[in-house]
């Protein structure tokens, strides 16, 4: 029973998928395929994400991230953050996951949120796919926009959650 | 290619990791695990999910709707798809290049790329996982309202 609730939003997605093969054939089938090519950019990309993760979890000491991307860390754990983020491979939703060892490890809020935007939009190997397939200057234009832009929507994020909202997520990730 | 690099990292960070300290190898596994297993449910309905809207939002119909003469009803719009379709990037940006190709303009297609990455209303149920309502419907809707001063820029310098 707990199983079935866990995976409730999963199953409901079968049955529409299942629907959409019943009432129209070549839409569901179309859509079959799709997911299978996404399951195989999850199969590829996700194992090694959490297995480096288990790694960092185990062997970073605490100290030593919130020494680098902790409270005061200033202007080195923005920077680390951005870097992280742009280093990283794979669809956005591979970053929560790697954020909650952030929390967990003590990493600043603002630093956490730069990371997320910083995944989301200026991947490196994105970008190069990016500069062939739209042109240098779309590309260019877009990176100097959203460098400072992943900034300063984080510092505005963090701006519209308390302390203790923060606090109750930071403590939601130990257990995660 | 980024791929093999993240494996052959892994893998020799582990076999480090395994030399200096068994114990501590078999408990970072035990860890990767238990995340995994923690957000499986939500990743497996994402991904179904992905496939479902992509069946239906094909480049036919997107291109469609942000035809040339859109204009900022096309820019919403456009960013309006992106934020409710997860495509991977080396599949959206040749995308992108055939729908400027068959004639929708730069700001739109700023738009489209943008929220795109930035912002993603599929995975939602991955994000409050890990950072709880608020913030995620907080960060999604500023991502989406950046994202139009990224097109409007864009427009501005390349188109």
Same mark, same amino acid.
């Given at each position: 029973?707990?199983?079935?609730?866990?995976?409730?939003?999963?199953? &409901?997605?079968v049955?529409?998928?299942?629907?959409?093969?019943?009432?129209?054939?070549?839409?569901g089938?179309?859509?079959?395929?799709?997911?299978?090519?996404?399951?195989?950019?999850m199969?590829?990309?996700?194992?090694?994400?959490?297995?480096?993760?288990?790694?960092?979890?185990?062997?970073?000491?605490?100290? &030593?991230?919130?020494?680098?991307?902790?409270?005061?860390?200033?202007?080195?754990?923005?920077?680390?953050?951005?870097?992280?983020?742009?280093?990283?491979?794979g669809?956005?939703? /591979?970053?929560?996951?790697?954020?909650?060892?952030?929390?967990?490890?003590?990493?600043?809020?603002?630093?956490?949120?730069?990371?997320?935007?910083?995944?989301?939009?200026?991947?490196?190997?994105?970008?190069?796919?990016?500069?062939?397939?739209?042109?240098?200057?779309?590309?260019?234009?877009? +990176?100097?926009?959203?460098?400072?832009?992943?900034?300063?929507?984080?510092?505005?994020?963090?701006?519209?959650?308390?302390?203790?909202?923060?606090?109750?997520?930071?403590?939601?990730?130990?257990?995660? | 290619?980024?791929? &093999?690099?993240?494996?052959?990292?892994?893998?020799?960070?582990?076999?480090?990791?395994?030399?200096?300290?068994?114990?501590?190898?078999?408990?970072?596994?035990?860890?990767?695990?238990k995340?995994?297993?923690?957000?499986?449910?939500?990743?497996?309905g994402?991904?179904?999910?992905?496939?479902?809207?992509?069946?239906? @939002?094909?480049?036919?119909?997107?291109?469609?709707?942000i035809?040339?003469?859109?204009?900022?009803?096309?820019?919403?719009l456009?960013g309006?798809?992106?934020?409710?379709? +997860?495509?991977?990037?080396?599949?959206?940006?040749?995308?992108?290049?055939?729908?400027?190709?068959?004639?929708? /303009?730069?700001?739109?297609?700023?738009?489209?790329?943008?929220?795109?990455?930035?912002?993603?209303?599929?995975?939602?149920?991955?994000?409050?996982?890990?950072?709880?309502?608020?913030?995620?419907?907080?960060?999604?809707?500023?991502?989406? @309202?950046?994202?139009?001063?990224?097109?409007?820029?864009?427009?501005?310098?390349?188109?």
């Amino acid at each position: 029973m707990k199983l079935i609730k866990r995976y409730q939003f999963f199953l &409901i997605t079968v049955i529409i998928t299942l629907v959409f093969l019943a009432v129209n054939r070549q839409m569901g089938i179309k859509a079959i395929s799709i997911t299978g090519y996404s399951f195989k950019e999850m199969a590829l990309v996700i194992p090694p994400v959490f297995l480096l993760l288990g790694l960092l979890d185990v062997w970073v000491p605490r100290e &030593i991230m919130i020494r680098y991307m902790g409270e005061g860390s200033g202007l080195k754990g923005i920077l680390l953050a951005i870097l992280l983020g742009s280093a990283a491979a794979g669809p956005l939703y /591979g970053a929560f996951p790697v954020a909650a060892v952030f929390m967990k490890k003590g990493v600043r809020f603002t630093n956490i949120l730069i990371f997320i935007g910083a995944w989301s939009t200026t991947k490196i190997p994105m970008f190069l796919f990016e500069m062939s397939a739209l042109g240098a200057r779309f590309a260019f234009t877009r +990176l100097l926009v959203d460098i400072p832009g992943i900034i300063i929507l984080a510092y505005l994020l963090s701006s519209f959650v308390s302390k203790n909202e923060i606090d109750e997520i930071y403590k939601k990730a130990e257990n995660l | 290619m980024s791929n &093999i690099l993240l494996y052959i990292i892994t893998l020799m960070l582990f076999l480090i990791s395994y030399f200096k300290d068994k114990k501590k190898t078999k408990q970072a596994l035990i860890k990767a695990w238990k995340s995994f297993e923690n957000i499986l449910p939500e990743f497996l309905g994402v991904i179904m999910l992905v496939g479902i809207l992509l069946s239906v @939002l094909n480049p036919q119909v997107i291109s469609k709707i942000i035809g040339k003469e859109s204009g900022w009803l096309g820019v919403i719009l456009s960013g309006i798809v992106g934020a409710i379709t +997860l495509i991977p990037g080396f599949v959206a940006f040749p995308t992108a290049a055939m729908l400027l190709k068959n004639g929708a /303009g730069y700001m739109q297609i700023g738009a489209f790329v943008s929220t795109l990455m930035m912002v993603g209303v599929v995975t939602m149920p991955v994000e409050t996982k890990y950072f709880g309502k608020k913030l995620t419907l907080l960060r999604n809707v500023l991502a989406f @309202l950046f994202s139009f001063i990224v097109a409007y820029i864009i427009g501005k310098v390349v188109g």
